[in-house]
């Protein structure tokens, strides 16, 4: 009886990875690295609240220490209004006013502030401000003045889908030339540090 023959034992090379999505995964670990370390660096702001008190408004400010200026929380407290135009002003001129948190900068000049203020809709906010708001120049600069405005608002009254800037009662194209304020201006998340993004989202439910 002839026992069976033996196939030679041959291990599969192991497939070679493309170079292409080699690199592409190492490309998706970076930014997730990125991120993390980008999270774990963000200095955690607080503004003014007496003691007793817990935070009940937050500001968006733009980072003095971030190259590319996004903005960080700056909790707070302030006294609340029962009616919502006032509560929005409180808001509005506080921010306007400062002072902003450690590692951040405030984008308005001194002399800046709020003339009026009224609803389009439920969902519109329209935003009057007087005073040298249009000194100055740069792209980042016109960025940091807007959506700091607009998602400060966004972010303390949920229900309110964008903001529109006027300057002394009279409708301008731009601040300094360079962001369309022709119409109300949504939220911009994208503006936002990594950390507060994420807050952001969290707010929302996303």
């Known amino acids: 009886m002839t026992s069976p023959k033996r196939r030679p034992n041959r291990s599969r090379r192991p497939t070679p990875i493309p170079g292409t ?16 370390r980008d999270d774990a660096e963000e200095p955690v702001q607080q503004g003014e609240v007496p003691a007793g008190q817990a935070p009940n ?4 400010y733009p980072s003095a220490v971030d190259s590319e200026a996004r903005f960080s929380t700056l909790p707070i407290y302030i006294d609340r209004l029962p009616e919502r135009l006032q509560d929005m002003s409180a808001v509005i001129r506080r921010y306007l006013e400062g002072p902003v948190g450690a590692d951040q900068f405030d984008p308005y000049p001194e002399g800046v502030g ?3 203020l009224y609803l389009l809709s439920d969902e519109t906010l329209v935003v009057d401000l007087t005073g040298p708001v249009r000194s100055g120049g740069g792209t980042s600069t016109e960025v940091a003045r807007v959506y700091g405005l607009v998602n400060t608002l966004c972010w303390n009254y949920t229900d309110l889908d964008g903001v529109r800037i006027l300057v002394d009662g009279q409708e301008v194209k731009s601040l300094l030339g360079h962001l369309s304020l022709t119409a109300p201006l949504p939220p911009d998340p994208d503006l936002l540090s990594p950390l507060t993004r994420s807050r952001w989202r969290t707010r929302e439910g996303r």
């Open 21 to 36: 999505v080699l690199l592409f995964a190492l490309c998706c670990l970076a930014a997730i690295l990125s991120c993390s």
């Open 57 to 60: 408004c937050v500001l968006l």
């Open 114 to 116: 709020l003339r009026a």
